[in-house]
């Protein structure tokens, strides 16, 4: 991307998107059109280290997340086992007290 060599000369072209159609937009000529496309790589690759350091934070999330379902499963269990040993039953998603001793 960007560097055009026509007629012998370097011209420095980036690609841009208007109205959905690809466009052309001058950057320069020689020595400056060598600096712009050196400036564009460098941006490009900030944004694909910027971009990895978001997917890996996205995975140590999804890793903490999926750590603490395992959690949340068991207390659900524990709790769900304590107050039916307490004598309460769930009843529409509400932990109510029996009114009548089972026999």
């Not at 466009?23 to 941006?43: K, P």
Request: proline share 0%; with cysteine; aromatic share 6%.
């Amino acid at each position: 991307m960007g560097l055009e060599r026509r007629n012998g000369r370097l011209y420095y072209y980036r690609k841009v998107r208007v109205d959905g159609r690809v466009c052309s937009e001058y950057g320069g000529s020689g020595f400056l059109a060598l600096l712009c496309a050196e400036q564009d790589e460098a941006e490009r690759q900030d944004r694909a280290a910027e971009r990895a350091a978001q997917q890996a934070t996205r995975q140590a999330e999804a890793r903490i997340d999926k750590q603490l379902a395992g959690v949340e499963s068991a207390l659900t269990a524990v709790t769900h086992t304590a107050l039916c040993a307490a004598g309460f039953h769930n009843h529409k998603g509400q932990w109510r007290k029996r009114r009548h001793a089972s026999r």
